[in-house]
Nanobody
Framework: QLQLLESGGGSVQAGGSLRLSCRPS????????MAWFRQAPGKEREGVAA????????LYADSVKGRFTISRVGGNDTLYLQMNSLKPEDTAMYYC???????????????WGRGTQVTVSS
């Protein structure tokens, strides 16, 4: 079972930036897609950004386009999410996930991290 370990969450004021990291426990050659999801209290888990291994195609939720950037370092397969111009509505638990499918649908992801909390104050 692939294990994913997130880090980089924290508290920041609106307009600030954070960078999340996700380190897999082993080489994720079989994980053709990796993604970030988030879940705020009382809300459903939503896809934030995904990256496809082959060609580095990306997907973003409309709510984060132009503010967030997903990237993946090939050497150790670490996944990143650079979050700029943060808003209070970005407050949530952020999860890293891996899958053989390329989408922002949480149902297609088989491997999940435990999450890292992001809190944005106004």
């Amino acid at each position: 079972q692939l294990q994913l370990l997130e880090s980089g969450g924290g508290s920041v004021q609106a307009g600030g930036s954070l960078r999340l990291s996700c380190r897999p426990s082993k080489y994720t050659y079989s994980a053709q897609s990796m993604a970030w999801f988030r879940q705020a209290p009382g809300k459903e888990r939503e896809g934030v950004a995904a990256i496809w291994t082959y060609g580095d195609s990306t997907l973003y939720a409309d709510s984060v386009k132009g503010r967030f950037t997903i990237s993946r370092v090939g050497g150790n397969d670490t996944l990143y999410l650079q979050m700029n111009s943060l808003k209070p509505e970005d407050t949530a638990m952020y999860y890293c996930a891996a899958s053989t499918s390329f989408s922002l649908d949480a149902r297609s992801y088989e491997n999940w991290g435990r999450g890292t909390q992001v809190t944005v104050s106004s």
